[in-house]
């Protein structure tokens, strides 16, 4: 089992950033895929981006490359998500996700992730 923790959400202002961490426990493989997805009320989830912990690849939703990064820490077994120039089009429970080591086309379905934090909300609001 593998337990994921989420923290960094919180009510912000348009353009503002923003740094939720995922810290994970338990028997976490030194092969895996960390990655964040997000829910606004009334939608699905759907993919920010994702980090391989192996080879330190990095893979982004198109329309948020550029201003989200996703890292890592391999000491503090924690994934991270800066979002920078947030609009109130970013507000949603933000989800960390952890699976096994995946291809690039992989990295963005749900399903192929085992284990699930339970949410962050993130509100940008003035």
């Known amino acids: 089992q593998v337990q994921l923790v989420e923290s960094g959400g919180g009510l912000v202002q348009p353009g503002a950033s923003l740094r939720l961490a995922c810290a994970a426990s338990?028997?976490?493989?030194?092969?895996?895929?960390m990655a964040w997805f997000r829910q606004a009320p009334g939608k699905e989830r759907s993919f920010v981006a994702a980090i391989r912990w192996r080879d330190n690849n990095a893979f982004y939703a198109n329309s948020l490359k550029g201003r989200f990064t996703i890292s890592r820490d391999k000491a503090k077994s924690t994934a991270y998500l800066q979002m920078n120039g947030l609009s109130p089009d970013d507000t949603a429970v933000y989800y960390c996700?952890?699976?096994?080591?995946?291809?690039?086309?992989?990295?963005?379905?749900?399903?192929?992730?085992?284990?699930w934090g339970q949410g962050t909300q993130v509100t940008v609001s003035s």
């Open positions: 338990g028997r976490t493989s030194t092969s895996h895929t």
């Open positions: 996700a952890n699976g096994p080591h995946l291809i690039a086309s992989q990295t963005g379905v749900p399903g192929a992730y085992d284990y």
